[in-house]
């Protein structure tokens, strides 16, 4: 099969209470905790989707980020079958899975026990944009962005899918990131998409460290 | 494209230690599900399949009981083949919803125990038991993780970045998963009944399951055909109502195949009798026209046993092809989904060579997997 030129059409970092869309900040809010900080972009960016607030954290933080990523782009072009989901991170759910099991001590509470999956956030995304194509939820240690370039050009590849959005949501605690990119096979290769490479993902990942 | 082939499995559960053991439970209807009454896991009775005490292999180097079925597991199967595990052009992927979860209700909360129960420190003590070459892939996606494991490694091994996949899954039924179910009102009070009209909810079930892949034609016989994923982008915790995402995962994996649905001559459907899931399922199965073609469910014989079940349902539908043997859906008197479908619930034989595997999962997830047998 012949290889396609994907692209990087779009890029959203939510790392260090600020978040960035293409590489430039379009939000921050230093010093917030973080369910204070996510509730501040909700309002920033004047969202109408009450279900926001029933999220857990790791979903607030894929959710949003993916509504920044699509902002502007025409995604609905393609078939709801054609457009995937590939996410990954390091602590899975743990973050909502400790505060479910305290609520066990007392009445386990079915609201926080469907957040104990970390593909819980690539469903949350899916209702939001009609997205019924391929998903997946990996855990590594660290961001691996040589599997996921590898895995994601794949299903590009054999006509799996058209789109892609990919990427790191993760979350324990106050400690959180998120990278999500959205790849299209047949990708704009306009001047300011990137050639949805290891590389060029490694370096959006690593570009707002610190 | 590369061919994927069945190199070795293993099933690790309450009624068997290896595959062989499980088989012949299996055409003996032989089920692990009993009534449990042990109050550190719930204040109810409750049924699961569960191991014994001293079914646990023995846990040794700091291993907890979730790491030392895997191990355990992947161990079994290795010996079938010869294959040596650090070699580089192996690859490991572990499938698991919950995988150290228990340690939360044994220990403080704390960094240490958090990356006790992180998946990737399970994966890392994994690979350097075996040797394995590189650091394994987790799967953790709801219930399809076993499913979409094997469809990882199906992938890994098509586009040739490995030559042979360990796809190995489990879970272990603790206090947190038990609860959660139990919160939900999803768990039955007596044995499942899948596709039943009284079918009332779940049984929980805790194994260990391998399946060892790879693109070596001496292993020429069963391969992994094709697959996909979909998600139904309607509800966080309740299945389509149409089954119309299933069927997208249906028609994807058999288009890539090279299948048409009058192939499939066997399904081996998710089934786990909780009310919405079977009709999901049920109604998919229909969308695709397969509805004369017989299907069937493991869940009263092993429960849901969540990062296993994929792989566990897989294993027995490669030595179905091998047997031709067709086994019954336990727990299935009256037909309760509210279109008909041909639910097997007799052990019988026939010719089979197309088999479909489904399994669908929380998050909206589901997923297609063709398991097929290459006559010579």
Known sequence: ?????????????????????????????????????????????????????????????????????????????????????????????????????????????????????????TGEICIRHKFKGENA????????????????????????????????????????????????????????????????????YSLHNG | MRAVYVAADNIYSPIGSTTGENLANLKKNISGIKEHTDTALSPVPFYASLFAPQQVPVTKNNFTKFEQLLIQSISNAMEATGLKSNDPKTICILSTTKGNISLLESSDSDQTTHSNISLHSSAKKIAEHFSFAHTPVVVSNACISGILALLTAMRLIQSGTYDHAVVAGADTITKFILSGFQSFQAVSARPCKPFDAERDGINLGEAAATIILSADEKYRGITIGGGATSNDANHISGPSRTGEELFI???????????????????????????????????????????????????????????????????????????????PTLGYETHGVPVPLNIANTLHTAPLKNILKTASGFGGCNAALIIQKHLN
């Not at chain 1, 590009?156 to 990119?181: F, H, P, R, S």
């Open chain 1, 1 to 121: 099969m012949a290889e396609k030129n994907a692209y990087i059409s779009a890029s959203c970092v939510i790392s260090n209470n600020t978040v960035y869309k293409n590489k430039q900040v379009v939000f921050e809010n230093k010093g917030a905790v973080l369910p204070d900080f996510l509730t501040s972009v909700y309002q920033h960016f004047a969202w109408k989707y009450p279900k926001y607030y029933k999220m857990d954290n790791l979903s607030k933080l894929g959710w949003a980020a993916a509504e920044i990523l699509l902002q502007g782009s025409d995604i609905e072009k393609y078939p709801p079958e054609d457009v995937g989901l590939i996410l990954s991170n390091a602590n899975a759910s743990l973050d909502t899975d400790t505060r479910y099991f305290e609520t066990t001590k007392d009445i386990a509470s079915p609201a926080l026990f469907v957040y104990t999956l970390p593909n819980i956030t």
């Open chain 1, 137 to 204: 939820f990996f855990v590594f240690e660290k961001f691996d962005p040589g599997f996921l370039h590898q895995y994601v050009n794949n299903l590009l590849n054999n006509d799996t899918l058209q789109a892609c959005i990919c990427g790191w949501v993760d979350v324990l605690q106050e400690d959180y990131k998120v990278l999500l990119v959205l790849v299209e096979s047949n990708g704009n290769a306009g001047n300011t998409a990137e050639r949805f490479t290891k590389e060029n993902i490694e370096n959006l």
């Open chain 2, 249 to 327: 995962a249906i028609k994807k994996a058999l288009k890539q195949a090279n299948l048409a649905e009058s192939d499939i001559d066997f399904i081996s459907a998710h089934g786990t009798a909780t009310l919405y899931n079977d009709e999901m399922e049920a109604k998919a199965i229909t969308l695709a026209g397969m509805q004369s073609v017989p299907v069937n469910s493991l869940k009263g014989f092993y429960g849901h046993t969540l990062g296993a079940a994929g792989i566990i349902e897989s294993i027995v539908c490669i030595h179905s092809l091998k047997e031709n043997i067709i086994y």
